[in-house]
Structure formats: C-alpha cells, structure tokens
C-alpha cells in the first residue's frame, strides 16, 4: 500500500520539459563595426551559458571593445542582457553592464580583469528575476517581462568566441 501510495506522488511530480540547444559563435569583427547571431525564444523563460574568449581588442578613438548576450523584444530591442566592455583606462579590464528595464537601460554591477583565456558567464531568466554570472560573481535582479522573445549574442571592435554555450529554455 505504502508503495503503491508513493508511486503515485511520484508519478504527480513531474520535470518541467526543457529545450537545450548548444551554440558556438565566432564574432569577428573590426574596430567601429559589430556582429551578432540570434533567434527566436520558443518560451520568455530561458539560461544562456558558457565562456567567452577575448581573441583581439580593436578599440577606436570612439568604439570599445564590448561583448553582449541580450534577450530582446519582437522589435530587436533590447529587453535585458549583459555585456562586458572594456576599461577606457585599462585595456586589461572590464566592466559588467547589466542592461535592464525600464528600456534595457545600463547600470554597471561589476568589472574584472582579464587574465585567463576564457570568461565564464551566465544569463538567465526565470519569470520574475534575471540572473547573471560572471567568473565568480552573480547578481540577482528583480524583473518581470512576458515580451523577451529573442536571444541574441553579439560583439563590437573585436575578436570574441562564444563558446560551449548552451542555451536552456524551459516550457
């Protein structure tokens, strides 16, 4: 009887299906100019992990070096993400920029040095809060949005890889 009762609770508990889907993205390009790769979210709630790799910083009197991961409106504006952008005053360092309503606008949450070859970070959206990890630091941001409806990757005056990133939507 005790068995019988337990599988059923077992049978009521059930994992939330989940779309994974592994992307590598080589963004490439000069001083001044940008690059991306994106589509569509099949749910608003979605984790984009993995590492950057700084390749080359093409920094212009104007430009600096940035890498992004946006999660965007049905208009290709940004709703919220990250980006990592170079110190104007230390090419070895970067800032964290999380962009967050209302607009995506920016607010800078942190920064790190560049020292190792490749940068773990994290951005992730449950319904009500945004995730961001980068190297050993995280930050939890309150945040509320049905209209994400793309995800986007994308760089500017410089050679960065994205890469062993895996992107998780969850139904």
């Known amino acids: ?16 299906p989940s ?6 993205f080589e963004c490439d390009t000069p001083g ?3 690059s991306y790769w994106s589509r569509k979210m099949q749910t608003p709630t979605a984790r984009i992990e993995g590492e950057i790799k700084i390749k080359d910083l093409r920094r212009t009197e104007k430009w600096l070096p940035v890498a992004n991961i946006f999660l965007l409106d049905a208009s290709d504006k940004t709703v919220a993400g990250i980006g990592l952008t170079q ?8 800032y964290i920029v999380a962009r ?6 920016k607010k800078l949450i942190g920064g790190f040095d560049v020292s190792e070859a490749s940068i773990p970070l994290a951005l992730g959206y449950d319904g009500s809060e945004l995730q961001i990890e980068v190297g050993s630091q995280s930050w939890r941001i309150d945040f509320k949005s049905s209209i994400a409806e793309k995800i986007q990757l994308s760089c500017s005056s410089g ?13």
């Open 1 to 16: 009887m005790l068995v019988m009762l337990l599988a059923m609770m077992a049978a009521d508990v059930q994992a939330i």
């Open 19 to 24: 779309n994974k889907e592994e992307v590598e």
């Open 32 to 34: 001044g100019h940008f």
């Open 87 to 94: 110190d104007p005053q230390a090419s070895q360092h970067f």
């Open 100 to 105: 967050i309503p209302p607009n995506g606008g």
């Open 159 to 171: 050679d960065f890889r994205f890469q062993n990133m895996v992107i998780t939507e969850k139904f």
